[in-house]
């Protein structure tokens, strides 16, 4: 027996390696863009919370609240 050769892989393994490589891609693109949204933000936006504008106001005007 040469333990040298490779054993071939299964369709059943290979769609599972698939899955979880297309799994962590998808986690590590969420996670590289969740970084990257959050530095862009000022700094000065994200301590400003809610604002009432124009815009909102027209909105609370015409669905009566």
Do not use: C, W
């Not at 369709?11 to 799994?23: N, Q, S, V």
């Amino acid at each position: 027996m040469d333990k040298n050769k490779p054993t071939p892989t299964s369709r059943r393994d290979f769609l599972k390696k698939a899955g979880i490589a297309g799994a962590t891609a998808g986690v590590a693109a969420v996670a590289l863009k969740t970084d990257k949204v959050a530095a862009d933000v000022p700094e000065q936006a994200k301590a400003s919370g809610y604002r009432e504008t124009e815009h909102v106001n027209t909105y609370y005007a015409l669905s009566r609240f």
